[in-house]
């Protein structure tokens, strides 16, 4: 039996990560966590029988706490809690499946624990990669990638090792406004942009991924796995999403890893790597496909992926202030407080009000983010 632990497991990554454990029948589950979905969760420790559970949220944990009374399950709140369900127990593997910034100190304790990552939240390389890569090197643990782009550059690197990457080629899938310039979205409502053409997830990165906030977060993520220079990283849209990356190598190779977009894959590969499980589900039939089509990105018109380009290339804390302010104007923007293109805006103010630390350090990361946020929050009101 191999033992996992989920934080974020009510989620879309998290509800397919139970998923795979349903199906294989080998892996075993110590720890889940969520935010505030008392339901969910309580009828995944009746399933999976954590030894300790958590909820964000200190009165639906409460709430949780009287329902599950029957159960030999330790329920915690908060931080603490959360820290706890993802390095307290004796599991090899953490799966981190929370949204945003919240999973940075979780996955940094699990590390310190000595844990592997399955790493979806992307958010938590993005604003401390500095410090987790080598974090992760010193523990000798291994960050094994779960987002699809990444498990497919991961996975074609497989038999490659000693090989230096020559270009990573990032795919995207251009997401529900491709081709449309910015004044033919001024009118975006969070219903439109909900609608993702090829991957069904969680609302922030759906929201990510049409403004292409996701694709730059990727590149951002790309830089800290592979230890690649922003020059080595070419975003090429994909629309099917069939290739999920690529990776050119000095000789002019380009290896490619396809599939039906199904995330159970990438999970799936990241908790058991380097084996390959049967997976049920569809496949790719190459006589129906047709045609896999390329274009380049249109960073006129996507701000977001210029600007995380740029946030990229200043580095140090320019990725949390871009990484924070999109957190909190996506949000906005979900509850009908702020307009489509004010995300980016709103982006670019945050970035261009900072100043800029070099090596920043956790605490600085953390204090970046609620700086961004009050920034965000001054501007709004404004
Ligand atoms: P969802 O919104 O579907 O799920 C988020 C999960 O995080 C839920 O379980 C939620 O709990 C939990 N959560 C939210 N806030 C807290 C908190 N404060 N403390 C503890 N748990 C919390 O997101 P996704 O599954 O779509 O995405 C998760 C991560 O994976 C993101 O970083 C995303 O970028 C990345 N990712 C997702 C992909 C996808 O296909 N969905 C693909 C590639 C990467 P609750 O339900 O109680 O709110
Ligand atoms: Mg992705």
Redesign the pocket.
């Known amino acids: 039996m191999k033992k996992i632990a989920i934080?974020?497991?009510?989620?879309?990554?998290?509800t397919q990560t139970l998923e795979i454990v349903r199906a294989n029948g080998d892996l075993q589950v110590t720890a889940l966590?969520?935010?505030?979905?008392v339901e969910?969760?309580e009828k995944q420790i009746r399933e999976f029988s954590p030894g300790i559970a958590?909820?964000?949220d200190e009165k639906k944990a409460e709430e949780l706490r009287q329902r599950t009374k029957d159960l030999p399950v330790k329920i915690l709140s908060g931080m603490e809690g959360?820290v706890e369900a993802a390095a307290g127990t004796d599991c090899e593997i953490l799966v981190t499946?929370?949204?945003?910034m919240?999973?940075i100190r979780p996955t940094i304790a699990a590390i310190e624990a000595g844990k592997d990552i399955a790493l979806?939240?992307?958010?938590t390389l993005v604003t401390a990669g500095h410090l987790i890569m080598p974090l992760a090197k010193k523990k000798g643990v291994q960050i094994l990638p779960?987002?699809?782009e990444h498990s497919a550059i991961f996975q074609c690197l497989q038999g490659n090792e000693g090989n230096r990457i020559h270009k990573i080629l990032l795919t995207a899938s251009g997401g529900p406004f491709r081709g449309r310039t910015r004044k033919e979205m001024e009118g975006v409502r969070p219903e439109d942009a909900l609608k993702h053409p090829n991957?069904a997830?969680?609302?922030?990165?759906t929201i990510?991924s049409s403004t292409m906030v996701?694709k730059g977060?990727e590149v951002m993520e790309a830089r800290w796995l592979f230890d690649v220079d922003l020059e080595q990283i070419q975003v090429v849209v994909q629309p099917q999403s069939i290739i999920h990356s690529m990776v050119e190598f000095e000789d002019g190779a380009v290896m490619a890893q396809l599939g039906t977009p199904d995330?159970r894959l990438p999970i799936q590969y990241a908790l058991y790597y380097p084996e390959r499980r049967f997976l049920a589900g569809e496949r790719l039939d190459f006589w129906k496909m047709g045609q896999i089509t390329f274009e380049a990105p249109d960073l006129e018109n996507f701000r977001g992926l210029a600007l995380a380009l740029r946030a990229c290339r200043e580095g140090g804390s320019v990725p949390t202030v871009f990484n924070a302010a999109n957190e909190l104007a996506v949000h906005l923007f979900l509850k009908g407080e702020i307009s489509y293109l004010a995300i980016t805006d709103l982006i670019e103010k945050a970035m261009d009000h900072h100043q800029r630390m070099a090596e920043p350090k956790l605490d600085d990361i953390l204090n970046t983010e609620q700086e961004t946020y009050d920034y965000i929050n001054r501007q709004f009101r404004a």
Not at 97 to 100: E, H, Q, S, Y
Not at 120 to 123: S, V
Not at 201 to 205: E, H, P, Q, R, V
């Open positions: 934080i974020g497991s009510t989620g879309s990554i998290g966590a969520a935010g505030s979905n969910l969760l958590c909820l964000w959360l499946a929370v949204v945003g919240i999973g979806a939240n992307k958010e779960v987002d699809s991957w997830m969680g609302s922030k990165i990510d996701n977060l995330m």
